[in-house]
């Protein structure tokens, strides 16, 4: 997996801002090319009469689209391409740009509404994440105000299967790019039911889990290994340490089509409890 080209969708607002943030970190810790896209509404060709409401609606986006470059190139700087791209769905405009400019990542930021230090969902981020052709990564709200100077290390949420040790051979690209230690991390999840049920069944989960782990790093000694456990996912993520430039990669489903993103269920409720940026991979088989 490469990260040369890192595609960063900009709205003029906070969440641009986190994703910009954080896609600018990308680029220069990978050294790597910024595309910052702007996705507007389509125009029209009306005629007669409504050709004058055809040419506002015209000078309007123009108008607009100028006023959000500027303001991402004040972010961003001049080390950057800035473009527009028309498209009724910007989620859907985002997909059909990376494909155009051959984007190695899609990068944006959190819905509005959603919790500081947190990834909420919105309608651009479902659309990327059922449908993009590249991994997606999402910036947590308020990334911008608190970036790190770097990115320090990159967890991979791992669960025994094809898809995720293509996820373990796609971040060991990545955290090579970038110059971080990987960490694995698998989740045991102990509903009290099953607490009190059999205590010896959550025993074997763990040692399984962490047999997966060895498996999985097989030949890559450097690699932390950690079973994280808890009644639920975000319990769980909260016994691990994080460190201020942390990324969590994630698989996609094995539900998806092949080489698009497809958010699962487990990968969903790691989204929206994490605390730092997460990259949704592609599904490989």
């Given at each position: 997996m490469k990260l040369h080209d890192v595609l960063a969708g900009y709205v003029p607002d906070a969440q641009g801002r986190d994703g910009l943030a954080l896609a600018v970190l990308l680029k220069e810790q990978a050294r790597g090319r910024l595309t910052v896209a702007f996705v507007q509404p389509p125009t029209w060709s009306?005629?007669?009469?409504a050709r004058a409401e055809e040419s506002a609606w015209r000078a309007y986006l123009m108008e607009l689209a100028d006023a959000t470059l500027w303001r991402a190139r004040e972010l961003a700087g001049d080390d950057a391409d800035y473009v527009v791209h028309a498209h009724k769905s910007s989620g859907r405009g985002l997909v059909e740009l990376a494909r155009k400019r051959a984007a190695d990542v899609v990068v944006i930021g959190s819905a509005p509404g959603g919790d500081t230090g947190r990834i909420a969902l919105g309608s651009t981020a479902d659309q990327l994440l059922h449908s993009s052709s590249v991994p997606v990564l999402l910036a947590?709200?308020?990334?911008?105000?608190?970036?790190?100077?770097?990115?320090?290390?990159?967890t991979v949420a791992y669960r025994r299967?094809?898809?995720?040790?293509?996820?373990?051979k796609d971040a060991t690209a990545v955290a090579a790019a970038l110059g971080v230690p990987l960490r694995l991390v698998t989740l045991v999840l102990s509903s009290d039911r099953l607490a009190e049920i059999e205590e010896d069944l959550l025993e074997r989960l763990r040692d399984q889990a962490a047999s997966d782990l060895r498996t999985a790093t097989r030949g890559r000694p450097e690699a932390e290994v950690e079973v994280l456990e808890g009644r639920n996912v975000a319990q769980a993520l909260r016994t691990a340490s994080w460190l201020p430039g942390e990324m969590i990669i994630c698989a996609s489903s094995t539900a998806g089509p092949l080489r698009r993103v497809f958010l699962g269920d487990t990968s969903l409720k790691i989204v929206r409890a994490a605390t730092c940026p997460v990259?949704?991979?592609t599904r490989q088989n």
């Open positions: 009306a005629p007669g009469p947590p709200r308020g990334y911008a105000d608190e970036r790190p100077a770097v990115l320090e290390r990159l299967g094809p898809g995720c040790d293509a996820a373990v990259m949704i991979l």
